[in-house]
């Protein structure tokens, strides 16, 4: 694993990174601009297996030239893990010898209430909330990550 502070020397300048919300039924993704300070929603890959739901993931990082990949951590509130957590760790140790690209987790609390709030304050009909929800939680975790890393000066070349 990568620590995220270790991403600026590790990626390429121009490179995105790839917030990914992991659910049991979906995998949410967004991603940043290549200067590192905008999370945008991007799509929802419905999970089938592992190797599909990977190859898919794969194919999109390297379409849009993602550096690396920012993973939610759903942790519990108090900061300990539960089952999910441990689901998503699963997920990433099989998830590492397939790609070069650095990973590094995020800490997802919140993120998808928080996505829900703004989705109903909107007044989203329940469908849409549901078509959006995973994507745009996925942005709110790269966001966080980004902002962490304050990279407003990093530009590219």
């Known amino acids: 694993m990568t620590e995220l502070a270790d991403l600026r020397a590790l990626v390429t300048n121009g490179r995105r990174l790839l917030g990914l919300d992991l659910g049991t039924k979906t995998i949410g993704l967004a991603l940043s601009d290549v200067n ?3 999370a945008t929603p991007l799509e929802t890959i419905k999970r089938v297996k592992f190797t599909p739901d990977v190859e898919a993931l794969l194919a999109i990082a390297a379409k849009f030239d ?21 689901s998503t760790r699963s997920f990433v140790r099989n998830l ?4 070069p690209l650095p990973i590094v987790f995020w800490d997802e609390r ?11 304050a909107a007044d989203a009909s329940r ?19 980004l902002d962490r890393l304050g990279y407003g000066d990093f530009q590219s070349e």
Do not use: C
């Open 36 to 38: 590192w300070q905008i």
């Open 66 to 86: 993602v550096g690396a990949l920012v993973i939610g951590l759903p942790k519990n509130m108090d900061g300990t893990e539960g089952p999910r957590a441990q």
């Open 96 to 99: 590492v010898p397939k790609t």
């Open 110 to 120: 919140m993120s998808t209430a928080a996505v829900t709030r703004t989705l109903l």
């Open 127 to 145: 469908a849409r909330r549901a078509e959006l929800v995973d994507k745009m939680a996925a942005a709110y975790i790269l966001q966080g990550a």
